[in-house]
């Protein structure tokens, strides 16, 4: 009896322990949050992996990341497949440097997969997801988000944060289909214009 109680001791103060270490994912978040709005309009280089459902491997496309919290947001693909998207507010530019037409459209940021994950506030994202988080090696912390209600878009997503720089690392989530979109985000620096969250001249746009 007394070798079950001492088993069960152990184990609790280990769940405790655990538990006490555990970061909290929310704080975590609001951290990032709150550095990216102070730090100003921020530029990286990212790499998206989509992943197909039923594969383990799948096409990456590689281009530049800048944003400007907490409005705005632009993606510039590179080579072979060149495309930018633009969102400001509640408006969304997509075009093609190489055309001269674009398309301009109205977007709700809290139904676009992936970009809820950005472009909204902490509280936002609290009312939708539940989160858990844990330590990984190298000072990273993963942050694990799983709708609570039904999100037609997502069915689960994880951030990776670089918890000493405030940065987000890494974005995965999976759409209802079961396919992943992976983004792998690093090079942070700051941004010393703002021209890149402004539409570019000489394009024709389609409403």
Not at 2 to 13: G, N, Q, S, T, Y
Not at 43 to 69: C, H, N, W
Not at 174 to 183: A, V
């Amino acid at each position: 009896m007394k070798r079950k109680l001492l088993v069960w001791m152990i184990a609790a103060l280990a769940t405790s322990a655990a538990q006490a270490q555990a970061p909290d994912p929310w704080a975590v978040l609001n951290g990032v949050r709150a550095s990216l709005v102070e730090a100003g309009p921020t530029g990286a280089q990212f790499t998206q992996t989509y992943v197909p459902a039923g594969f383990s491997s799948g096409e990456k496309e590689m281009g530049r990341l800048a944003l400007a919290l907490p409005d705005c947001l632009r993606w510039d693909y590179d080579e072979p497949y060149p495309k930018s998207f633009l969102l400001c507010g509640g408006i969304a530019h997509s075009w093609n440097p190489q055309d001269k037409n674009g398309r301009r459209y109205r977007i709700d940021r809290k139904n676009e997969p992936g970009l809820d994950l950005l472009l909204l506030g902490v509280d936002d994202l609290k009312g939708r997801y539940l989160a858990t988080a844990r330590a990984l090696d190298g000072g990273r912390i993963e942050i694990s988000l799983s709708p609570k209600g039904k999100i037609a878009e997502l069915t689960d997503a994880t951030f990776t944060i670089d918890d000493a720089a405030h940065r987000i690392v890494q974005i995965a989530y999976h759409d209802r289909e079961g396919n992943l979109t992976r983004f792998e985000i690093g090079g942070y620096q700051d941004l010393a214009r703002r021209d890149q969250f402004s539409p570019p001249e000489g394009i024709e746009w389609e409403d």
